[in-house]
């Protein structure tokens, strides 16, 4: 196979490659009713004058499955980490006890779980055209290619093998994160 094909497959699988990425990050995003680190991630905090990432300044757990605890390093920066959490919007009500962190994580109602539910599957969609306009974008690019007819059909072949790959897992991470969400 020469250079220039296999640059075009391997660009196509890369960008298939980040779309997945961003799917699992925006799947992440979506609470599915229990407690998870993950729904801190874009809580930022005022530490000394600069804005930083609350994993940061300290740690998030999950003692059990309808509570985060942040435990911060410096027992200074309790009212600045409860700050950010408010600021964040996500919904939460922190409770500072002097030495951490709590937060309950209310459960989901039905409604609001079926809202999660179309979140998610309108995540997967975007990702599944991400997906195919990398194989459009390739195919096109093998056209415009001086190759055999047969190298190109092969070519094409395994752009959509790949495409096929890629759709199918974008398939199943919705239908494990549906579960998850439904899932009382």
């Known amino acids: 196979m020469n250079e220039e094909l296999q640059f075009i497959i391997d660009t196509a699988k890369e960008q298939m ?3 997945l990425e961003h799917l699992n990050r925006e799947l992440a995003n979506i609470r ?7 729904m801190l991630r874009s809580v930022m905090v005022d530490y000394y004058g600069s804005q930083t990432p ?17 435990q911060p390093w410096e027992k200074n920066m309790l009212q600045e980490i409860e ?5 964040a919007n996500i919904g939460f009500n922190p409770m500072n006890n002097g030495e951490s962190i709590i937060i309950n994580v209310p459960a989901l109602t039905e409604e609001r779980r079926k809202d999660l539910v179309k979140q ?22 093998i056209k415009k290619l001086d190759i055999s007819e047969d190298l190109e059909k092969n ?8 495409t096929n790959k890629y759709i ?16 009382i």
């Open 54 to 70: 609350l994993t940061q300044v300290a740690n998030v757990n999950t003692p059990d499955a309808r509570t985060i605890t942040v």
């Open 32 to 38: 599915a009713g229990k407690a998870s680190p993950a």
């Open 17 to 19: 490659e980040n779309a």
């Open 168 to 183: 199918k897992i974008i398939d199943d991470l919705f239908d494990k994160k549906e579960i998850e969400i439904m899932t």
């Open 83 to 87: 700050k950010g959490i408010m600021l």
């Open 120 to 141: 998610a599957k309108a995540e997967a969609e975007d990702d599944k055209v991400s997906v195919r306009n990398a194989r459009r974008d390739a195919n096109n690019d």
């Open 155 to 162: 070519a094409e072949n395994d752009i959509q093998d790949m």
